[in-house]
């Protein structure tokens, strides 16, 4: 990619920059592993909700899965009336909205038995599953572990040793984060084994995202296995597998100067237009950056807040202010939990094809002054 050119193309600054033809290039392995093993694929539109990301994915994977009543009708708005599955799975499934989303969602895997009790018999229309916590932890941080101790995801495994009720037709589960190995699914699905043996009514397994099917390795043959014990049909619902690596931010330097010693560069983005940085103190990765350059530089947002820091960063030149800096791999949990924070604007909106920059959403001031202007003022 040329991002010289780029840069000049983009004409406006912070920018969410979406590279299409590396989303559909991720699909590939996705589309490759659904055609060896039959499973079916599930974009978990969670990880960025764009309704022309929906729009490119449509048609090339057999559903979205959703996790709330906006999300399935954005979704169901973008597949049609008979365009795909939706599954859906929340801790937050609310009796008031139940019946629409029985109408919108053609899956839904209850999250507890009491919500499952309370909820399933309020409508007909879609495929009752269970959301299952295996109990087999992952994952080092626990803020992402769904297996937590007293985790609020997923009925215990051993509540369902007996099997599951007659009424149900499906399992879920999702358990990793960003994982590259597939490991954690044999491990899940050996413990799972004995779950499955005992509930006959079974029709769908879905294996939940988390995942990032770069390499398949032994996956295929774990679904292919499945599938022939069990004869059901499985579904896995990635997010940031197929947007993490196509998204870029593009920001920049307001400012300059050195603070005890330290270069400190000021940015017209914030960790606000991606708060994962500062939730999960995590680095995204620069373009720019020289891991070989003797100069360093704290690329800070342009908020209040003291600890609004991307993190330290190593250049042969300084940027200097109105240069262009472009963050990568921020597709996925980036724009869908930015804010406002301090007023400053959301990130102008682009999407990428064949090098090509095309803007495709402004924000206003008009946006801002309608989500805060109450009836009362
Ligand atoms: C139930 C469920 N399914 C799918 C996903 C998508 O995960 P990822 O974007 O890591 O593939 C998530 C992410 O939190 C999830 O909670």
Redesign the pocket.
């Known amino acids: 990619m040329n991002w010289l050119e780029l840069k000049q193309q983009i004409q406006s600054s912070p920018a969410f920059i979406l590279d299409e033809d590396q989303v559909l290039a991720n699909l590939l392995p996705l589309q490759s592993l659904r055609q060896a093993s039959g499973c079916k694929i599930l974009y978990?539109m969670?990880?960025l909700p764009l309704a022309s990301v929906l729009d490119l994915l449509r048609g090339l994977v057999d559903g979205i899965?959703v996790s709330s009543l906006f999300e399935a009708k954005l979704a169901r708005e973008i597949l049609g009336e008979q365009g795909g599955s939706i599954h859906l799975?929340t801790p937050g499934l609310r009796a008031d909205e139940f019946a629409e989303l029985a109408g919108l969602c053609s899956h839904i895997s209850f999250n507890s038995w009491s919500q499952y009790q309370r909820l399933h018999a309020l409508d007909s229309g879609y495929s009752k599953g269970l959301r299952v916590n295996p109990k087999l932890s992952f994952l080092a941080d626990s803020r992402y572990d769904p297996c937590r101790v007293n985790s609020k995801l997923g009925i215990d495994i051993e509540l369902l040793r007996d099997g599951v009720p007659e009424a149900v037709e499906g399992l879920h589960f999702?358990t990793v984060?960003?994982c590259a190995d597939f490991m954690p699914l044999q491990l899940t699905l050996e413990k799972l084994k004995p779950v499955l043996k005992r509930s006959h009514g079974l029709r769908w397994l879905n294996l939940?995202?988390?995942y990032v099917y770069k390499a398949l390795g032994p996956v295929v043959d774990l679904i292919r296995q499945l599938k022939a014990d069990f004869g059901i049909d499985i579904y896995l619902?990635?997010?940031?597998?197929l947007v993490g690596d196509a998204g870029y931010l593009l920001t920049t330097v307001l400012d300059h100067f050195v603070s005890d010693g330290k270069h400190v560069l000021i940015l017209d983005t914030s960790v606000n237009h991606h708060p994962e940085v500062f939730e999960y103190q995590r680095q995204p990765r620069l373009l720019e950056e020289d891991a070989s350059g003797d100069l360093i530089a704290v690329l800070a947002g342009s908020s209040c807040l003291a600890g609004d820091l991307f993190g330290e960063y190593r250049f042969k030149r300084l940027p200097q202010v109105g240069d262009k800096l472009v963050f990568a791999e921020v597709g996925?949990y980036s724009l869908i939990k930015a804010n406002r924070f301090n007023g400053y604007n959301f990130p102008d909106i682009y999407s990428l094809t064949q090098g090509r920059a095309s803007l495709k959403k402004h924000y206003q001031y008009q946006d801002y002054r309608q989500q805060w202007w109450d009836a009362g003022a």
């Open positions: 978990s969670k990880a899965s799975t999702h984060f960003g939940g995202g988390g619902e990635p997010g940031k597998a996925a």
